[in-house]
């Protein structure tokens, strides 16, 4: 099995940053797309970026872009989002997913925990 561990929350002001990471383990994890999701309370979870195996395709939500950067590290399994400019607007749980296949798609076949990010206005 694949398993996802998120880090890099925290709380921080409006108008700064943070870099959210995503490390995957597992023998399974190969060639997989990855995207990071976000939730709020009575909410569905929203897709807010996603990137395929290669990195060289890469799609964001309205909300974030050109805000927010998804990359990753395929030597060491992690995928990262650089939230830049963060909103008060950007408070919520990120969920970090990641798919069987190589390219994004609206099923995700693994999730990590999830780690919160708070903006103060």
């Known amino acids: 099995q694949v398993q996802l561990i998120e880090s890099g929350g925290g709380l921080v002001q409006a108008g700064n940053s943070l870099r959210l990471s995503c490390a995957a383990s597992?023998?399974?994890?190969?060639?997989?797309?990855m995207a990071w999701y976000r939730q709020t309370p009575g909410h569905e979870r929203e897709l807010i970026a996603a990137?395929?195996?290669?990195?060289?395709?890469?799609s964001y939500a309205d909300s974030v872009k050109g805000r927010f950067t998804i990359s990753r590290d395929n030597a060491k399994k992690t995928c990262y989002l650089q939230m830049n400019n963060l909103k008060s607007e950007d408070t919520a749980v990120y969920y970090c997913?990641?798919?069987?296949?190589?390219?994004?798609?609206?099923?995700?076949?693994?999730w990590g925990q999830g780690t919160q990010v708070t903006v103060s206005s």
């Open positions: 997913a990641a798919s069987k296949i190589s390219v994004p798609a609206d099923q995700w076949d693994y």
């Open positions: 990137i395929s195996w290669v990195g060289t395709s890469k």
């Open positions: 597992g023998r399974t994890f190969n060639r997989n797309a």
